[in-house]
């Protein structure tokens, strides 16, 4: 039985690599951080099979401790202060956890497990204001928040101990990966929330930023198993992992409004308090290595995706899905 230590496992996507590793019959350990209320809701179905340790990624002791009780073949990186606007006002906190807590956890395997194999969630927001497009692994970075500039050193610092320790060391650079467990401040999920709410006469508006920004948005339970495919590899590389088609904001805006059969235009509201500091305007991923090498593919599109999320938002918030509601219209 293969042993693997996420961090972030309560977060999105560690959640669906959690269900990906029970499923493959790995023993799955889950780091935790101290919470006043506890933070189980997109694991609250499996969190009876993890093996819960808890840590901090800026407390490296108890890093060491989580890698000496766990013992992991693999350890997945996904911690973080992940939420791009965040990063401004708290610039400290977010290089804190999401650049130095990657050396902590490097680190801990380091001295404890040199042996394991390491991923790291590296982001297509290291890409920023993008010097080339589509962007690939060999493209320059030009991140454009204090979030961008904490991955690339995270991404760096990955590079390094492999070339320096010679550790099985991988970064994933992946673009922006979607869900109905996506965190409520992130565009997709407060766009699929928000056209919930209106729908079920919860809200009669929705505030937004910056419309016109594109991204490159795919399905996180489609990402997680690159992820897992990068550490079964016979060597450590780093990997694209994008859907290559690019959409602005409004599309997403559209496709949701549209799928309940509302016209966004009616209830879309501009507030300055959404725009960035600086924006990243365009992000477009090249992701052929990942295809050629590890054979990796998408299975779930934009729409759908959208469209299941709005499904989610709809039967979360009315108890009914869409398709229920439907009937009664
Ligand atoms: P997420 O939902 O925000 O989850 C972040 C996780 O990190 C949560 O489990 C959180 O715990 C944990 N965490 C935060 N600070 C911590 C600390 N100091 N010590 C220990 N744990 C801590 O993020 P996600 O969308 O799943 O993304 C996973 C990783 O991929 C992140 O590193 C993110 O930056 C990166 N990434 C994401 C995307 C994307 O589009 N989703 C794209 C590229 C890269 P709590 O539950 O206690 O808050
Ligand atoms: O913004 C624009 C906003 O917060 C997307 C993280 O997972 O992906 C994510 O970072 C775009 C930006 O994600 C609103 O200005 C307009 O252009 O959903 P987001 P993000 O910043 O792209 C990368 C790959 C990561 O690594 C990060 O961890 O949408 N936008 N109006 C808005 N965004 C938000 N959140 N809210 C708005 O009202």
Redesign the pocket.
């Given at each position: 039985m293969k042993r693997a230590l996420i961090?972030?496992?309560?977060?999105?996507?560690?959640s669906y690599l959690a269900e990906l590793l029970l499923e493959k019959e790995y023993k799955v350990f889950g780091?935790?951080?101290r919470?006043s209320t506890p933070?189980y809701e997109?694991v609250e179905h499996i969190k009876d099979q993890i093996e819960w340790i808890d840590?901090?990624?800026?407390d490296l002791s108890s890093l060491i401790r989580a890698i000496e009780v766990s013992q992991p073949d693999e350890v997945y990186?996904?911690?973080?202060?992940?939420?791009v606007a965040t990063s401004w006002p708290q610039p400290i906190a977010t290089g804190e956890?999401?650049a130095m807590?990657v050396t902590n956890m490097l680190e801990a395997v380091r001295i404890v497990k040199p042996d394991a194999r390491f991923y790291q969630?590296?982001?297509?927001?290291m890409f920023g204001k993008v010097v080339e497009t589509p962007q690939k692994e060999t493209t320059p970075f030009y991140p454009r928040s204090p979030?961008g500039v904490a991955?690339v050193y995270g991404h760096w610092i990955t590079v390094n101990y492999r070339e320096s320790f010679n550790m099985f060391a991988c970064s994933g650079i992946?673009?922006?990966?979607?869900s109905p467990?996506?965190?409520l401040e992130?565009v997709t999920r407060k766009v699929t929330d928000g056209v919930a709410r209106i729908k079920l006469g919860l809200a009669n508006e929705l505030r937004m930023g910056n419309l016109d920004a594109k991204r490159d948005w795919g399905f996180?339970g489609d990402?997680v198993r690159a992820m897992w495919l990068m550490l079964q590899q016979d060597n450590p590389d780093d990997y694209v992992i994008s859907t290559g088609e690019t959409h602005t904001v409004q599309e997403l805006v559209e496709i949701a409004f549209n799928y309940v059969g509302l016209d966004w235009q009616e209830y879309v509201v501009l507030d300055e308090k959404f725009v960035r500091p600086a924006e990243v305007d365009l992000l477009l991923g090249d992701c052929n290595k990942a295809k050629k090498k590890l054979g990796w593919n998408l299975e779930v599109s934009f729409e759908k995706l959208v469209e299941s999320m709005v499904d989610m938002d709809l039967e979360r918030l009315g108890k009914k899905s869409f398709k229920q509601l439907k009937i009664y219209l």
């Open positions: 961090t972030g496992v309560t977060g999105q996507d560690g780091l935790r951080r919470t933070n997109n840590g901090d990624l800026t990186n996904l911690a973080a202060q992940s939420f956890i999401t807590g969630a590296s982001s297509s927001e979030y991955k992946l673009f922006n990966h979607e467990r996506r965190g992130f996180a990402y």
